[in-house]
């Protein structure tokens, strides 16, 4: 049973191993103090567009964006994209992570509000 359990994690694994079979660290996390510019329900509501989640900081983010695991919302709908931040989620998904609420058909992309 022990055999058919590291045969299903070697197949199914999404992140990388470091040089002892570890799975690569999590990027060290950029510091920053969330700028809530929209209540959540009011961005929920707000016009949105898609660009690539590289070009998003400075922008408000129009869903959450949520590291999984751990599962905890890292920004919601209607926070500043702080600096740092893209840079910290594109190599979250570069380790193979998954990151709720970013597009990755082609390039990660990422709806943010459109600021009248």
Known sequence: MLE????????H????LDSNGRISAVPQQPQWTPQQVYAPR???YRRK????????????????????PPGIPLMIPG???APGM???LLAMLDRGME???????IE???EVLIED
């Open 13 to 16: 694994r999404r992140q990388p």
């Open 99 to 105: 990151v709720l609420g970013i597009l990755t058909e």
């Open 4 to 11: 058919a359990l590291r045969e299903i994690d070697v197949k």
């Open 108 to 110: 990660p992309l990422v």
């Open 86 to 88: 893209a840079a910290y």
């Open 42 to 44: 009011e961005a929920i």
């Open 49 to 68: 567009k898609t660009l690539p989640l590289r070009e998003s900081e400075g922008m408000i983010a129009a869903a959450a964006i949520v590291p999984y």
């Open 79 to 81: 926070e500043r994209i």
